[in-house]
Nanobody, 121 residues
Framework: QVQLVESGGGLVQAGGSLRLSCAASGLTFSIYHMDWFRQAPGKEREFVAAIKSSGRNTYYADSVKGRFTISRDNAKNTVYLQMNSLKPEDTAVYYC??????????????WGQGTQVTVSS
């Protein structure tokens, strides 16, 4: 059974930083592209960042480019999202997701339960 478990969310002031982690189990982590999405209250879920299975290619939404960094440790089956210079508009539930190699990283097959990030002004 595939499980993606996010951690690291919380409350932070604007301008601060948080590091999200997502631990994966039940899948061969090294053949999955890993994503972060987010959903703010009253809004649709949106793409935040993705990292290819090899870790060599990363992709970001324009709204987080230059502030967020996605990385992965295939030995630990874990993907990270380092979030710096946080803004109140980054407040959302952040979801980890996995897309098998050969499919689009924008259409993941597996999702975590989400972790809340709240940025106060």
């Amino acid at each position: 059974q595939v499980q993606l478990v996010e951690s690291g969310g919380g409350l932070v002031q604007a301008g601060g930083s948080l590091r999200l982690s997502c631990a994966a189990s039940g899948l061969t982590f090294s053949i999955y592209h890993m994503d972060w999405f987010r959903q703010a209250p009253g809004k649709e879920r949106e793409f935040v960042a993705a990292i290819k299975s090899s870790g060599r290619n990363t992709y970001y939404a324009d709204s987080v480019k230059g502030r967020f960094t996605i990385s992965r440790d295939n030995a630990k089956n874990t993907v990270y999202l380092q979030m710096n210079s946080l803004k109140p508009e980054d407040t959302a539930v952040y979801y980890c997701a996995a897309a098998v190699v050969g499919t689009s990283y924008t259409s993941p097959a597996y999702w975590g339960q989400g972790t809340q990030v709240t940025v106060s002004s």
